[in-house]
């Protein structure tokens, strides 16, 4: 004979405070607010205007990276080479600048490089049925391998006649003193 629960049991309900205590969020967020302030004390350097402006233009390059990459996520992809494919497209444009061309070519050549890899991973994926995890893994691999060569392994830190030109792109601010890399990922969100 089966027993029945003649009152159902209450759904005990957690204080905001008690649901605010458990979140992992609400920790992270915390930590972060205790290393500012103790950098804020420990070094000169840390509240600073230009640090901030340092932080904000070098994460905008992840936060564009991501968002292109919610797209694929979204649509249940997976790519393991959009680091590496930044990378060889970066080292494009510096080695074709440095080489003399103009800012305009390297960064065709660098869209070029981008676009050919992906088409390349794309065919592979969409026609030939490889697993996109396969396929992006090796790419990983073959682009970064590809920087190292189209480099010589060294550092490329001369971009030819429009050297002012590049370095004004990615590191200049041109609108209230914000990063022009904040304003290309406000611009695509």
């Known amino acids: ?36 302030v103790f950098l804020s004390f420990a070094t000169d350097a840390f509240a600073t205007s ?24 979204i649509t249940g992809g997976i ?6 494919v930044l990378c060889l497209s970066s080292m494009v444009l510096a080695v074709t600048m440095h080489a003399g061309y103009s800012i305009e070519v390297g960064i065709l050549a660098s869209i070029a490089t981008a676009l050919a890899i992906g088409a390349f991973n794309g065919v592979l994926i969409a026609y030939l049925g490889f697993p996109p ?28 006649p429009d050297h002012a030109k590049l370095l004004s792109l990615g590191g200049g601010a041109w609108v209230f003193g914000i990063a022009n ?9």
Not at 79 to 84: F, I, K, M, P, Q
Not at 143 to 153: F, Y
Not at 181 to 189: C, E, F, N, S
Request: proline share 2%; net charge positive.
């Open 133 to 160: 995890f396969v396929v992006t893994l090796g790419m990983l691999s073959i682009a970064r391998s590809l920087a190292m060569v189209a480099s010589n392994n060294t550092v490329v830190f001369q971009f030819g």
């Open 79 to 84: 790519d393991l080479s959009v680091g590496s």
């Open 50 to 73: 230009k640090n901030l402006y340092n932080i904000t233009r070098n994460i905008t390059f992840v936060a564009i990276i991501a968002l292109g990459m919610t797209f694929v996520i």
């Open 1 to 36: 004979m089966a027993l029945t629960i003649d009152q159902p049991i209450e759904h005990k309900q957690q204080s905001l405070a008690a649901r605010l205590f458990a979140s992992q969020t609400f920790w992270v967020v915390i930590a972060v607010i205790l290393a500012c």
């Open 181 to 189: 890399p904040v304003l290309y990922m406000i611009l695509l969100a």
